[in-house]
DNA sequence: AACACAAGTGGACAACACGTCCAGTTGTAC
DNA sequence: GTACAACTGGACGTGTTGTCCACTTGTGTT
């Protein structure tokens, strides 16, 4: 993850940004979050902050990405029918399955990320592409492409928190929601 | 629409904003657009802006709420399969390629109001809701609330613009993935 | 036609966030 | 212990935001 020789300030340094950023991100608007804040809150100078991240929302991607790691071994070595083996829309309804607990985990972190580059544009959504993508072609989708993006869409944060803190639903019940689109994209 | 005492100037001024918001959407990024672009652009001080403007977003949401009232209309009281009578399936796949006609002639505009509050929290949000739930029970739909929201999310501005520039998929390959959706989530 | 009032207007203002720059400091290797 | 490179922190200039206030301009009345 670090660089091979890195200063031990530096790492120091690290882990008092992504702490500070954590606790700014669950505990304030996540897309409110500022480059300030973050400075000010770990301690240390802008220019610290914009030696390793061009903004916020990468502080967030960069917070996110052991979980969303964990998250994609399991897809592709895990036990079924989150792994492989298992049929393509059972696999899908499972895949749907671990993303709605990521983002009931890490709301926060994904919104801050969207608040960013958004999440189209980092590199996780094209794993997940790629993911859905094989699933389709083993269903024996014709044109998958265009589906990739439609299977995918409702797993923007924006989307789960409206469902959550707006429509009051529970994440069981988008859970269910969810796969009932896998079965009937890949019927 | 006006208030029916708006004074001439007031008026005149109101057009000048629209047209010139209009210009600046379609012709740089229309999330980078700013009031005070548009309040140089018009040829306006700040506060006449914000006098019934409160962001970007909410002018861009004015430009497009005649286009989206056209919709509105056409699902209400127009001819099947967009309008009542053709069964729920098929009025959800025309429901799609509508938003699609509407997404390619308007994606700027669309993403300008992205940009400001959020399309989730503008009214016409919650018309394309109350639509895709009643499209949803008449199907036999048991559990509704949270399809609607599924079901919606592909028509995000951010992801048709992915699929139209990043993906370079054709306007009628995605109309075709959502009619599959359609048929999917209305077997 | 002149008046008075309310509605509307425009620019100034302070606060804030951004991204960069540079001088000083602190680790690390020799 | 010394020298070098990496790292750090705060200051700086720029741009945007939202509000405020004095002025102007329409409109209805006498």
Redesign the pocket.
Known sequence: MA?Q??????A??RARVLAAADELFRTSDPRAV????VARSA??????L??RY???GSIAAALLDEHERIVQERLMGGAPPLGPGAPPAERLAAFYAAMVELLETHLPLMLGVDAGAGRLRVGAYEFWSAHVRSLLVAGGVEEPDALVDVALAPLAPEVYQHQRHVRGLSPAEITTALARLAAGILA
Chains 1, 2 share one sequence.
């Open positions: 660089p020789s890195e200063r031990a300030d530096a120091r340094n500022t480059m300030d804040d301690g240390v100078g802008r220019a610290t914009y030696r061009p903004d916020v």
